[in-house]
């Protein structure tokens, strides 16, 4: 089993940048694919991106492809999530999680999550 912590989340102004990170202990995290997900208040839970085991394969929702980037560090047993060019559209609770598939993985079938990290983009 896997636990998951995201942080970095906040307050930033419209065009700003934030990083996230998802620190992962119990097990390794190179075992999973991994993902970023988003809800905000009265919507369903959405995929944002997902990166695979080695860090070779990423896919992006359409609605941050250009301005969001998924990273890993295997060594550090650490996800990231670089957010530029931010919008009050984006505030949402930004949730890690962690997929035994050895592919990207765009749907919410994935086998651990974080407690989520808040992110508001003020206008």
């Known amino acids: 089993q896997v636990q998951l912590v995201e942080s970095g989340g906040g307050l930033v102004q419209a065009g700003g940048s934030l990083r996230l990170s998802c620190a992962a202990s119990?097990?390794?995290?190179?075992?999973?694919?991994m993902g970023w997900f988003r809800q905000a208040p009265g919507k369903e839970r959405e995929f944002v991106t997902t990166i695979n085991r080695s860090g070779g394969s990423t896919e992006y929702a359409d609605s941050v492809k250009g301005r969001f980037t998924i990273s890993r560090d295997n060594a550090k047993n650490t996800v990231y999530l670089q957010m530029n060019s931010l919008k009050p559209e984006d505030t949402a609770v930004y949730y890690c999680?962690?997929?035994?598939?050895?592919?990207?993985?765009?749907?919410?079938?994935?086998?651990?999550w974080g407690q989520g990290t808040q992110v508001t983009v003020s206008s």
């Open positions: 119990g097990r390794t995290l190179s075992r999973y694919t």
């Open positions: 999680a962690a997929s035994r598939a050895p592919w990207v993985v765009t749907t919410n079938e994935y086998d651990y």
